[in-house]
């Protein structure tokens, strides 16, 4: 987690990382704990019937001003993206932006993102998380 936030790059444009894995999965628990690192004191929930929750930061943290969270799962076509003002957050600085089901808008998405793929390894709860990018 911490050597996400610190690869990330805010200063020109937002940072974006794609979330990969199956339901339950844990991509919504990565975007809380995202929060919680950058100490988003506002409950961070899937915004997955809305498909994009935004949060402002007090103070910003690694220069991230903003953290956007989307669930692009129920997302059928890149246009229905548009309305959410998708590319002028994409041009935005200070913004982080986390992606579940990031595979839904893949032509939408910058070459220089961090891609995160989450799988469940046993019925116990084990996770093996593989990062690209960073």
């Known amino acids: 987690m911490a050597r996400v936030l610190e690869t990330v790059d805010v200063s ?8 990969h894995g199956e339901l ?17 004191n506002e409950s961070v929930t899937s915004p997955t019937f809305v498909v994009m929750k935004q949060y402002s930061l007090e103070d910003a943290k ?13 997302i059928e076509n890149e246009n229905e993206m548009t309305p959410l003002h998708f590319s002028e957050l994409l041009d935005t600085k200070g913004v982080l932006i986390c992606i579940e089901w990031a ?24 996770r093996e998380v593989i990062i690209h990018g960073i």
């Open 24 to 40: 339950g999965a844990g991509k919504t628990t990565f975007v809380q704990m995202v929060a919680k690192a950058i100490e988003i």
């Open 103 to 126: 595979e839904k808008i893949n032509k939408l998405l910058p070459q220089n993102l961090i891609d995160i793929k989450i799988d469940i390894t046993d019925q116990e709860g084990g």
């Open 62 to 74: 690694n220069g991230i001003e903003q953290l956007v969270h989307i669930d692009a799962y129920r």
């Open 12 to 19: 020109r444009s937002a940072a974006v990382v794609a979330l």
